[in-house]
């Protein structure tokens, strides 16, 4: 029986883990590769979404209504592949009727009625957001046939839909809302007042403004529109049960300052601009740092142009001496 010499014994071992750690790389290189290719096949549009984009992906692309309003009907294809739609649904998900060419005439008559009547069809996924969408401030307001209520895609675009929790959706959400709410011919027309101004001047807006601008791949830990209104289910302002109303606008900022006092709310300035009729004790510590700020950075300067030009004098006299 022969023996095993010790540098073969010693060996085998490193043999073996060499052979181990050359299989586990090996296994690490074909997941990462197949997660590669999984990923550009699933962003990849497929033969049918192709043949749509044959014609809908030239740039200009736009449809006349019988109203005479025209409507685009260009489909930026690398826009649709990045939107959380592009790798999730087909054109035919959402178009349906325009499988076949030439594609049926469309029913809308004005822009208006071909965005509310495309909306309809976000129902078919997104049937939850759909009832609480129908049963807020602004769904009741698309049923009374109001021009300026925003549909679906008003807010989340139709080719090009982000991820709502993404931090560009929510840093760029205060100046969406403010596309309508900063509007002042739009707010007048429903006697409302264009809040979006006053927003950007407060500690909120202010602080989300900074992060888009300098941290835009980070959500502004800031409140901002929809965290106080709701999203979907945004209630009238005077409506009891909404999250900014009086009896709750306290429960509301608990959200974020769970420790606020009973008068915390009270120091909120409801979006309105400081002055003599709102919110007047702002308006007055306003005027007051106006004038505080600018008397005493002047009292300084004045004191640093006399203290130079002793500085001055004193070197003049003792050149001459």
Same mark, same amino acid.
């Given at each position: 029986?022969?023996?095993?010499?010790?540098?073969?014994?010693?060996?085998?071992?490193?043999?073996?883990?060499?052979?181990?750690?050359?299989?586990?790389?090996?296994?690490?290189?074909?997941?990462?590769?197949?997660?590669?290719?999984?990923?550009?096949?699933?962003?990849?549009?497929?033969?049918? /979404?192709?043949?749509?984009?044959?014609?809908?992906?030239?740039?200009?692309?736009?449809?006349?209504?019988?109203?005479?309003?025209?409507?685009?009907?260009?489909v /930026?294809?690398?826009?649709?592949?990045?939107?959380?739609?592009?790798?999730?649904?087909?054109?035919?998900?959402?178009?349906? /009727?325009?499988?076949?060419?030439?594609?049926?005439?469309?029913?809308?008559r004005?822009?208006?009625?071909?965005?509310?009547?495309?909306?309809?069809?976000?129902?078919?996924c997104?049937?939850?957001?759909?009832?609480?969408?129908?049963?807020?401030v602004?769904?009741?307001?698309?049923?009374?046939?109001?021009?300026?209520?925003?549909?679906?895609?008003?807010?989340?675009?139709?080719?090009?839909?982000?991820?709502?929790?993404?931090?560009?959706?929510?840093?760029?959400?205060?100046?969406?809302?403010?596309?309508?709410?900063?509007?002042?011919?739009?707010?007048?027309r429903?006697?409302?007042r264009?809040?979006?101004?006053?927003?950007?001047?407060?500690?909120?807006?202010?602080?989300?403004?900074?992060?888009?601008?300098?941290?835009?791949?980070?959500?502004?830990?800031?409140?901002?529109?929809?965290?106080?209104?709701?999203?979907?289910?945004?209630?009238?302002?005077?409506?009891?049960?909404?999250?900014?109303?009086?009896?709750?606008?306290?429960?509301?900022?608990?959200?974020?300052?769970?420790?606020?006092?009973?008068?915390?709310?009270?120091?909120?300035?409801?979006?309105?601009?400081?002055?003599?009729?709102?919110?007047?004790?702002?308006w007055?510590?306003?005027?007051?740092?106006?004038?505080?700020?600018?008397?005493?950075?002047?009292?300084?300067?004045?004191?640093t142009?006399?203290?130079?030009?002793?500085?001055?004098g004193?070197?003049?006299?003792?050149?001459?001496?």
């Amino acid at each position: 029986m022969g023996t095993v010499k010790p540098e073969v014994a010693v060996g085998c071992p490193r043999v073996l883990l060499r052979f181990l750690v050359a299989l586990a790389g090996t296994v690490a290189l074909l997941a990462v590769l197949a997660g590669t290719v999984g990923q550009a096949a699933a962003a990849a549009p497929s033969q049918e /979404d192709e043949t749509c984009l044959a014609c809908h992906g030239t740039p200009g692309l736009s449809l006349t209504l019988p109203g005479g309003e025209s409507v685009s009907v260009s489909v /930026d294809s690398a826009l649709l592949r990045q939107s959380v739609h592009g790798s999730a649904l087909a054109c035919a998900t959402c178009h349906p /009727d325009h499988t076949r060419y030439p594609h049926p005439p469309l029913i809308a008559r004005t822009l208006r009625d071909y965005r509310v009547e495309r909306s309809e069809v976000c129902k078919t996924c997104h049937s939850q957001q759909a009832d609480e969408f129908a049963g807020s401030v602004h769904g009741r307001a698309l049923v009374m046939g109001f021009p300026d209520v925003p549909t679906c895609t008003s807010c989340h675009g139709a080719h090009d839909v982000m991820r709502a929790s993404s931090p560009a959706f929510r840093n760029n959400t205060p100046q969406l809302c403010g596309s309508c709410h900063g509007n002042p011919e739009i707010m007048a027309r429903y006697g409302l007042r264009p809040v979006y101004e006053a927003y950007t001047r407060e500690f909120h807006g202010v602080t989300t403004a900074l992060y888009k601008l300098t941290k835009s791949y980070s959500p502004t830990p800031a409140a901002i529109c929809y965290d106080c209104h709701g999203v979907h289910d945004i209630k009238d302002t005077e409506d009891p049960a909404a999250p900014v109303a009086r009896r709750n606008i306290l429960t509301t900022c608990r959200r974020c300052h769970p420790t606020a006092g009973r008068f915390f709310a009270s120091a909120w300035t409801e979006h309105k601009t400081p002055g003599p009729d709102a919110s007047p004790l702002v308006w007055y510590v306003q005027i007051f740092y106006r004038v505080l700020i600018p008397a005493v950075l002047g009292f300084l300067a004045v004191l640093t142009v006399l203290d130079l030009s002793r500085w001055a004098g004193d070197r003049l006299k003792g050149g001459r001496a």
